[in-house]
């Protein structure tokens, strides 16, 4: 029967419960209709289940849905809204994409998202379908979807092993996990198979080759074996938290689980053995539950006990660690929380009288769940360490010797008191003193002070003295009353100490986690992950730390972080190259090459691993259990954290790849429409040159020849902003600095520019008190060039373009102005952008000038700013420091 404590719903966990509730209420649902491979019917069960939602009432839209020409599939399309797909071009090939917008605005009860695995096209606005499917559910839109198996995050490798086949697009394991409800779309691998043979999944000529290679029966049979066994685990964690949610105590019998208890001995070596036999004979899962208690292990002990959780994990058990002084109790609460059926424990070899064995107390407790009792014959086996309320009794010698002692000195201080302050009073404080030996002393010491105690107190102060007889009936009580209160005493006293020791060693571990977690969480790239890693490591361990991490490509960095506090030699470093491919522990206290120095652990993530630490032990000895399972707390948040820091690379990777196709597909259309017309007049001038009619007449020569000028100067000038924009990127620019007048940077500008200024009026206004500047005249002569170039491209002939320069404060301010149209508002803050042209502007030009004229002015540590004039135009202005503090001035070249 269940106390009103165990059945009383925890406020807090309440709380929580509503709020997920809440949550969830708020978005949208998500239905996974799961299969083993392509061709089991996903799509058309998804599309059938689509119709009878609208039979509902539902507002059912079609987001995207791929029939593969299949006839049955594009049947069941008829009376469902289609959305247009969006069309994308990317490299000159028209992709068409699921139009998440659309979805948005017709805010639709259920929306149909077809290969839920799949990934984008470049310039979408999530480079994966399931992101778009995570912000439809954000925005309370159902999502109907379909998923293959070998789509998973975590079995994508496996399906590689199996079938040869690398899977490249993947949903992380978490979507399949929150999905509310998964729907298997199951089909036999023969009826597949003869689906494919009549050509309803793919056609005649592919359909053979898919058979003979990813289509074979016995893949078939493994993928199928592997989604059932997926969903039948979602369901059982679905139960496990439903329970635990609704604090049913009661197991639940839907299938077979067990749990065994195992102890720092090699007795549970034959235990877990023995449960792994079981299990497989029941097709169970099963899990492995060790009670701490508060009574230390000894260092044997947890050499053993590491063995045994190391056997238990390889087998495939669940490990779970509880702290609890009643062992059956604390089995018996984890059975009924892992919803186990059973509960094996071995056969005790014998029990004190006024105790109960183990196996009474878990039948007396377990009246829902099953106990079985495994043999305990076999030879060799130690004698069971004594405890008395609990705890052991054994401490060292020297405890022994000092509970002695105390007991004998206060009972000398005590003995020429006797007469004043009666005998009686003598054995409240010899109980006094035994109450107080547990706060420094073991158990078995303060046993032994209060047998003593009683015994002193009977030979030194009882009259008779110097005999053990006793006279008096209350003396006999006294002497009784004392051993009693002062065993019983000091027991308590020892346990509460224990216990308080077993409280702060978890509040040491949880300050450690959170103190781990708190810097991770305030990381802000690789550096600081390790950075806080190895600080917390040797903080809270003690121990030397060498960090190997996974380049983008998936390869072990052969050389350890900077941050490492260890070196380990050149024999070693294998070590870390064979725990980084197998994901395994190895080196120091292993069976796997245990010569090295220190020990390795891996840091995986869910598709690929991450890392390698090494831990070098200062002393020899290795890491306790407790310190074990804190370390792989430690490994599991840094993994977590190196796995963001490698997503949120992964993803600027992938942002500067789109936005390089972006600014390839940019630059090319812009180059390709630049260059062809200067080359086209170079070629239609060239042949006319070469035409013996029409190039007789010398004025038309000189046409020509101009016309091919002009053409090769417009060529110039974009092979020059190419260059230009090159050597910015590429941090080449250096300014060589020296003494310059703003006034001849200006006329030179527009001297060279008096082509193109043909039909504008020009003034230059450079104020008398404008000082020299320290400057690269080239540089800056190109980013006036650049303005008024821009000036006289985008201004009606007759325009106005003005030029001034005058000193302010500690710059020197040089502006560039026109009376022309400006510049749309939207646009002001993106015409230094590269590749960037206004709207509806004259063509020519790539787009890059006054990106180049920002760098350049940037390269002097200046500023510029654009601006419509109030009276129409634009204005751009430069300030240059009078007085560059931050470049050396270069000594111009002989060349």
Known sequence: MLSSDETRRDPEAFLRTLKRVEEKERRG????????????????????????????????????????????????????SVLPRKHIDYRGTVLE???????????????????????????????????????????????????????????????????????????????????DEVQVVDLSPDDLLRRMAEGKVYTAERSQRAVANFFRQGNLTALREMALRLVTERVEHQVRDYRRTERIRVPWRAGQRLVVGITPSKESVRLIRWTRRIAFAMQASWVAVFVERASPRRGTDNDQFARNIS??????????????????????????????????????????????????????????????????????????????????????????????????????????????????????????????????????????????????????FIPPRFTFVIAKVQDWLMMVVLFMVAVVSGVLTARVRAREKGVRAREARAVALYSLTTDLSSAKNQEDVVEAAVTNIRRFFSVDIAVFLSDLDGDLVKTPHPTSTYQPGEKELGVPAWVHWNEKKAGKFTDTLPFAEATYYPLSGPRYPLGVIGVRLRENDRLSLDQEALLENFLGQISSALER???????????????????????????????????????????????????TDPTVQRELAQEIQSAAERLDNVVQNL??????????????????????????????????LTGHVVTIDVSPALPLIRLDFPLIEQVVMNLVRNAALHTPRGSTIEIKAFPARDTGVLVVADNGPGFPADSLDKVFEKFYRVPGSNTGGVGLGLSIARGFVRAHNGTITVENRPAGGAEFTIHLPLENKNHKPVEPSND
């Open 29 to 80: 649902k998500l239905r996974i209709f799961f299969g083993m491979c392509a061709g089991v019917g996903k799509t058309y069960e998804m599309l059938q289940a689509a119709h009878e939602a609208k039979k509902k009432g539902i507002h059912v839209i079609v987001g995207y849905v791929e029939t593969h020409g299949r006839r049955e599939t594009e049947a069941l399309l008829q009376n469902l």
């Open 97 to 179: 994409e699921m139009d998440i917008d659309a979805i948005l605005a017709l805010k639709p009860g259920l929306a149909l998202v077809d290969e839920l695995a799949h990934t984008n096209a470049p310039g979408s606005r999530h480079t994966k379908r399931y992101l778009d499917v995570l912000e439809l559910l954000d925005n309370g839109v159902d999502v109907y979807t379909t998923l293959n198996v070998q789509h998973l995050e975590s079995r994508a490798d496996t399906v590689a092993q199996i079938t040869g086949a690398i899977v490249r697009e993947t949903v992380p394991d978490s979507i399949f996990e929150q999905a």
């Open 311 to 460: 056997l238990a994990r390889e087998l495939g058990a669940e490990i779970v660690t509880t702290a609890d002084e009643d062992v059956a109790m604390a089995l018996v609460r984890v059975a009924r929380e892992q919803n186990a059926t059973q509960i094996i424990v071995g056969k005790p070899e014998r029990t004190l009288l006024w105790r109960k064995s183990l196996v009474a107390r878990l039948i007396e407790l377990s009246t829902d769940v099953d106990v079985y009792v495994t043999s305990g014959a076999e030879t060799g086996r130690k004698r069971q360490r004594w405890s008395f309320g609990g705890l052991a009794v054994q401490s060292a010698m020297y405890q022994y010797v000092a509970a002695a002692a105390i007991v004998f000195l206060v009972a000398a201080l005590c003995y020429p008191l006797t007469e004043a302050m009666g005998y009686q009073t003598v054995s409240l404080i010899l109980i006094l003193v035994v109450v107080m030996l547990p706060l420094r002393l073991g158990v078995g010491p303060v046993i032994l002070a209060a047998a003593l105690s009683a015994l002193t107190w009977d030979f030194f």
């Open 645 to 695: 820091e490698f997503l949120n690379e992964m993803n600027k990777r992938s942002i500067a790849f789109v936005e390089s196709e972006r600014l390839y597909t940019t630059l090319f259309a812009s180059i390709s429409h630049e260059m062809r017309t200067p080359i086209t007049a170079l070629v239609g001038a060239s042949e006319s040159l070469l035409n013996e009619n029409v190039a």
């Open 723 to 756: 260059l230009a924009m090159t050597r910015l990127e590429s941090g080449l620019i250096q300014p060589r600095l020296d003494w310059v007048d703003l006034r001849d940077v200006v006329n030179s500008s527009v001297n060279k520019l008096h082509k193109e």
